[in-house]
C-alpha cells in the first residue's frame, strides 16, 4: 500500500513503568469505501477509564468510520480533488484540524462553510458531507469521541 506520509511516534512504559517510544513509523493508508479519500489510522481506544500500560498497537485493527460504545478515533483524512459525495453521520462529537488544502463542509439543509488549512471543526454528531472542490488534496486530522447518545 502507497504511504500517507505522516510520521507517527507513540510513547509507552517498560517493565519498570519507565516512558519509552513504543512506535516511530510512517502511517499507511487505504482508499475507503467512498472514491478518492484516504486515510491513515493513528490510534484508537476500546473502553474508558483508558489502559495506558497496554503495549498493543492499537492502530493495527479494523475500526468502524465512527467510535464505538466508550471508545475513541484518531485518524489522518485525505481528501482528493473530487471525492465522492457522502452524507453520514457519527454517534460522536468530532475536532477537525484541517492540515493542508481547503474544504467544504455541509449540513443535512444544505448549508456549507468553506475551510482552510489552519481552520478548525467541532462536528458535534451532525449529519455532514466533505466537498473538496480545490485543485489540492485536503488533510485533515480528526479525533472522534464517542458519545453515549444515540
Known sequence: MPKINTRRVVTGHDADGNAI??????????????????????WTTDNYPID???SRDMADREVPRGPEARCTTFRIVDFHPGNDRDM????????????????DMEVDDGVK????????????????????HGPEVCRIAFILIETGMK
Open 21 to 42: 517510544i513504543s512506535y516511530d513509523d510512517t502511517l499507511e493508508r487505504y482508499t475507503g469505501e467512498h472514491g478518492l479519500v484516504d486515510s491513515a489510522l493513528i
Open 52 to 54: 495506558y500500560k497496554d
Open 88 to 103: 453520514h453521520i457519527t454517534q460522536s462529537i468530532d475536532y477537525a484540524v484541517v492540515m493542508s488544502g481547503e474544504i
Open 113 to 132: 462553510v468553506h475551510l482552510k488549512a489552519g481552520d478548525v471543526l467541532v462536528q458535534r454528531q451532525t449529519i455532514h458531507n466533505w466537498e473538496n
